[in-house]
């Protein structure tokens, strides 16, 4: 997969991640790219082409899909966390963030799997968390979302193997975007986030672990479940 000249369409692109990943693209040389929100008019980097895109909204996926026929690369970067819990929290709260984090992202894989297929094989990413591998009070829903993505993602990796379609999944801790603004500890650039992805892309990567902290949660999934979260609840007392 060669960034230059790609034409990339990239979801929740307005601004965080998504906008950092637009820029950097247009920057490395792709000849479009399809910069989509569920608010077009707060798309504010030049040189992309704006489309409107719920991620919620089937008939928003679809349309978004077919305004895109030459699209060659497809990051799956919107999404959303509530702050809920599984058990006590709001259901309906629960229902959003799957939609959005993983079903999404899916209908949007579907939507476009044979237009990359078409034009050659191309490339997606999808863009998880080191949330995939662990849940905290408060996140446990955004945790069975990144999970849920994460499983979705190594599946359609299998199937859209024989088409020559690389699926790369992106786990990383805090980016410094507005959805880490709270936490007071390192956080990744969001325009170093999107280089390190992309390279990982160009090189033909399946998993890009994109910063210590998800690379040390991923080493401790061998654990016993017991051991898991002792290790996990020492590591997250440092930011307290």
């Keep these: ?20 990943f637009a820029q950097r693209l247009l920057e490395r040389g792709a000849r479009k790219v399809y910069a989509t929100a569920r608010r077009p008019e707060a798309v504010d980097l030049p040189g992309v082409e704006v489309l409107a895109l719920d991620v919620t909204d089937p008939a928003s996926v ?8 030459d699209v ?23 229902r959003l963030e799957l939609e959005t984090n993983m079903l999404g992202p899916l209908a949007l894989i579907r939507e476009l799997a044979p237009t990359l297929a078409g034009n050659g094989g191309g490339a997606i990413v999808n863009v998880l968390s080191a949330m995939s591998w662990f849940g905290t009070p408060g996140g446990h829903a955004y945790h069975l979302t990144k999970g849920s993505a994460w499983a979705m993602t190594n599946s359609v ?12 999944a992106v786990h990383l801790g805090l980016a410094d975007t507005d959805m880490a603004a709270g936490w007071p500890v390192d956080k990744i650039a969001p325009l170093d986030l999107a280089d390190v992805v992309l390279d990982g892309v160009e090189a033909g990567f399946a998993e890009v672990l994109a910063d210590q902290w998800s690379r040390d949660v991923k080493a401790r999934l061998t654990l016993t479940p017991e051991e898991f979260n002792a290790a996990m609840g020492r590591a997250l007392a440092t930011f307290a």
């Design 1 to 20: 997969m060669d960034i230059n000249n790609s034409v990339a369409l990239v979801t929740g692109a307005n601004r965080g991640l998504g906008r950092a």
């Design 62 to 69: 679809r349309a978004a899909a077919a305004a895109a026929p």
């Design 157 to 168: 990796r299998m199937e859209l193997a024989e088409q020559g379609t690389l699926v790369t």
């Design 72 to 94: 060659t690369l497809l990051v799956n970067n919107a999404g959303i966390q509530t702050g809920t819990n599984l058990v006590t929290g709001s259901l309906d709260a629960v």
